[in-house]
């Protein structure tokens, strides 16, 4: 079983409100991503979890907060977040050796900021 | 700096026939690429993944094949249905991170019925 699932599908929220992405995965992978993409673009790198300690953050502007409170699980912090922040956010993971393995993703929490 | 891009932003097929969607890089260390599909809606889906050590590798009706040489990658599906229809990327690992996929802009591939 590849999948990994994402809650919520959608989430509306405005420019002062605090909420939670969640990605969870039980394939036994040791990375963990977020990724934001815009409409007709690619997926953008955010952040990665490689055995639950932040390995990558692409200069992500502080309202995004990541955790990851165990091997399968991920989330996402999000505060006083932009319009622009509209996007949709994609987990994925790979694994489980630290290698060139590939990265199966979730469907996705579609954001509207108003 | 660096990146993975494609030469057709848009594919229109016909039902049935062949469909070869490319890809260009630039990054000479990238050893590792990926093939995704993403359907409207939907997250990126796996499709197919070759290593640089191959030219060419083949799954259930699609082919992707390396060359290296002028830094090119293809996608090739083989008798192309309507649930084919989709925005498909290339992607690349570099050797020197385990983790970080760099993806390229993406082609949009519609299939004429």
């Known amino acids: 079983d590849t999948e990994v699932t994402q809650t919520p599908k959608h989430l509306v929220m405005g420019m002062t409100n605090k909420k939670s992405l969640k990605c969870e995965q039980h394939m036994g992978h040791r990375a963990m991503y977020w990724y934001k993409q815009k409409a007709k673009k690619p997926p953008e790198l955010m952040f990665v979890?490689?055995?639950?300690?932040?390995?990558i953050n692409e200069s992500v502007p502080s309202r995004f907060s990541p955790e990851c409170p165990n091997s399968s699980l991920l989330n996402l912090h999000l505060h006083a977040l932009q319009p622009e922040d509209s996007a949709l956010y994609l987990c994925?993971?790979?694994?489980?050796?630290?290698?060139?393995?590939?990265?199966?993703f979730g469907p996705g929490t579609r954001l509207l900021v108003l | 700096g660096e990146s993975v891009g494609l030469h057709l932003p848009t594919l229109s097929v016909q039902e049935g026939d062949n469909s070869i969607i490319n890809c260009a890089y630039s990054n000479s260390a990238s050893d590792y690429f990926i093939w995704y599909k993403q359907e409207s809606g939907k997250g990126p889906q796996f499709i197919i993944d070759?290593?640089?050590?191959?030219d060419k590798r083949q799954g259930q009706r699609v082919t992707v094949l390396l060359n290296k040489t002028v830094k090119h990658l293809s996608l090739q599906i083989a008798a192309t249905q309507p649930g084919d229809s989709a925005v498909y990327f290339c992607?690349?690992?570099?050797?020197?991170?385990?983790?970080?996929?760099?993806f390229g802009p993406g082609t949009s591939l519609s299939v004429i019925p």
């Open positions: 979890y490689s055995y639950e300690k932040l390995s």
């Open positions: 070759i290593r640089s050590n191959m």
């Open positions: 992607a690349e690992n570099l050797k020197t991170s385990y983790d970080k996929v760099i």
């Open positions: 994925a993971s790979s694994g489980p050796t630290r290698g060139k393995e590939t990265q199966y």
